[in-house]
Nanobody, 115 residues
Framework: QVQLVESGGGLVQAGGSLRLSCAAS????????VGWYRQAPGKQRELVAG???????TYADSVKGRFAISRDIPINTVYLQMNSLKPEDTAVYYC?????????WGQGTQVTVSS
């Protein structure tokens, strides 16, 4: 069973940057499209960035131009570089395949952006 472990979250001031990492226990990132999702308090989980198995990236309008998804296939890791962070980016961030698989949801990593 593949496990995904997110890390890199934290508390940052508005305008700051963070880089999230997602490490997989198996080599899934070369086979499946992958996404970074986030869930803010009281809101539904949403897809903010995705990368196809071929390497094509897509972004939600709310993060376009500020976030960048990348992957390091040999070490089974996907990253999310987040720049120019805003308070509305505050959420728990998760990685998963795209579309997501229930069994792959991890604990996520908390990102808090202060104004």
């Amino acid at each position: 069973q593949v496990q995904l472990v997110e890390s890199g979250g934290g508390l940052v001031q508005a305008g700051g940057s963070l880089r999230l990492s997602c490490a997989a226990s198996g080599s899934i990132f070369s086979r499946y499209a992958v996404g970074w999702y986030r869930q803010a308090p009281g809101k539904q989980r949403e897809l903010v960035a995705g990368v196809s198995s071929a390497g094509t990236s897509t972004y939600a309008d709310s993060v376009k131009g500020r976030f960048a998804i990348s992957r390091d296939i040999p070490i089974n890791t996907v990253y999310l570089q987040m720049n120019s962070l805003k308070p509305e980016d505050t959420a728990v961030y998760y990685c998963n395949t795209n579309p997501p698989r229930i069994a792959y949801w991890g604990q996520g990593t908390q990102v808090t952006v202060s104004s």
